[in-house]
């Protein structure tokens, strides 16, 4: 559907801005009306990492005239295979910062704000308020249940991306107009069901590919453009390089947007969503060790089974040693049970300890009283243990 302009045009554009921005100009449905309207919008990027690198880069280069940018983070080396806003030199850095430094590069003429600081249920508000248009580029499920929360509350706009491996996807909710994230996803998936990039991985182009979708809707929307994600959402497959769309329907019954709401106002995000089940935070309470002990544990010779439950590929980049790789859903499908020994104390870990947790659980319930599991995974056994190895 079509939508009226989302913000007014400013006054003018200066000869310079004019020289800048002439490609936009000569495009008849942006024109200088649209251009006037881009230098007067407030954007606010929530993250500055996979999404938030191209969704910046390309609005600063697209002339909107405020970029708000929350982020608390630090740039690692592990994230400049996708969040091309950061660069080597910037490692250490704060991501904000670095940001900002990127985005004044492209266009000296955008203010860019900073928040940096963790967006949570006590903040959002007062950040959402200032801007426009929300983009939002986070990658866990709590944070974006609280944007599109505070979104329908704020009535403001937002446009959604995620990514994972080759698959990614892009919406524009808008309550006024069309559903909110919650008619399509009432409720998050259970804990553990769905790994994070940080888990499952990320083609790094793919954020280029769905961080410019993002941008182009918000253009759309600022300027009043076009037809908006409105009411769709746009399905990304890059391995078979197909796009395809989906119609997502206003739920009337939405427990945040609906005719009667039960969401009136922010709730406990980290609790909704659930990092780990309550099954896993049972099991892991008094049978988690950190990995010093597991290295005494080791080094006496304790009778253990070190169980290592991520996936293959990440046990080729690094693996604590004697450990014994069997993937999480062997577990949880009941075919590694049968094979455990009994004779020895299993000892189970993964990545950080959420996946092992999980696993725990299942072993607590099948009488492996005695199994534990290791705080901080196989991240913790490097940085605490043996340092020369690499991490992901």
């Known amino acids: 559907m079509s939508l009226p302009p989302l913000v007014e045009p400013a006054a003018e554009l200066t000869v310079d801005e004019v020289r800048r921005y002439s490609r936009h100009l000569i495009i008849p449905d942006v024109g200088m009306d649209g251009q006037k309207r881009l230098k007067n919008a407030k954007v606010l990027c929530v993250g500055a990492g ?20 929350v982020e608390f983070d630090e740039v690692d080396e592990s994230n400049l295979q996708r969040q091309i806003i950061h660069s080597q030199a910037d490692i250490g850095r704060s991501k904000a910062e670095s940001a900002k430094d990127s985005v004044l590069g492209i266009n000296p003429y955008v203010n860019v704000v900073l928040h940096e600081e963790r967006l949570e249920a006590e903040n959002v508000m007062d950040i959402f308020s200032q801007y426009d248009l929300i983009v939002d580029g ?8 609280l944007v599109n929360d505070a979104c329908v509350l704020l009535n403001k706009p937002y446009v959604w991306g995620s990514i994972y491996r080759f698959d990614g996807q892009a919406s524009v909710f808008w309550s006024e107009y069309g559903p909110c994230y919650r008619c399509l996803y009432p409720e998050p998936p259970p804990p553990g069901m769905v790994p994070s990039c940080a888990e499952g991985g990320v083609l790094g182009v793919l954020c280029a590919s769905i961080g410019s979708i993002q941008v182009t809707e918000a253009i759309k929307v600022l300027a009043g453009v076009g037809e908006p994600l409105v009411g769709r959402l746009m399905i990304y497959d890059a391995l078979e390089m197909q796009y395809r769309q989906v119609k997502v329907r206003k739920d009337p019954d939405c427990a945040v947007c609906g005719a009667n709401p039960t969401v009136t106002e922010l709730i406990d995000y980290e609790a909704f969503c659930g990092v780990v089940s309550e099954e896993a935070q049972e099991a892991a309470l008094g049978s988690t ?13 304790e009778k253990i089974e070190i169980i290592d439950v991520r996936e293959p590929n990440e046990y080729e980049i690094v693996s604590i040693p004697g450990a014994k790789l069997i993937p999480k859903n062997e577990f949880l499908m009941g075919n590694a049970l049968q094979d455990l020994p009994q004779d020895r104390r299993i000892v189970l870990h993964c990545k950080t300890g959420v996946r092992s947790a999980e696993v725990l659980a299942v072993l607590k319930s099948a009488g492996f009283a005695d199994a534990v599991h290791v705080g901080g995974g196989v991240i913790g056994w490097v940085n605490q243990i043996e340092p020369e190895k690499p991490v992901y």
Do not use: C, H
């Open 138 to 145: 986070t990658d866990n499920f709590a944070t974006r249940y």
């Open 289 to 301: 060790i950190t990995p010093r002990q597991l290295k005494e544990w080791i080094d006496a010779d």
């Open 50 to 69: 996979g999404l938030g690198s191209p969704a910046l880069m390309y609005l600063a280069a697209a002339g909107v005239g405020t970029l708000g940018i």
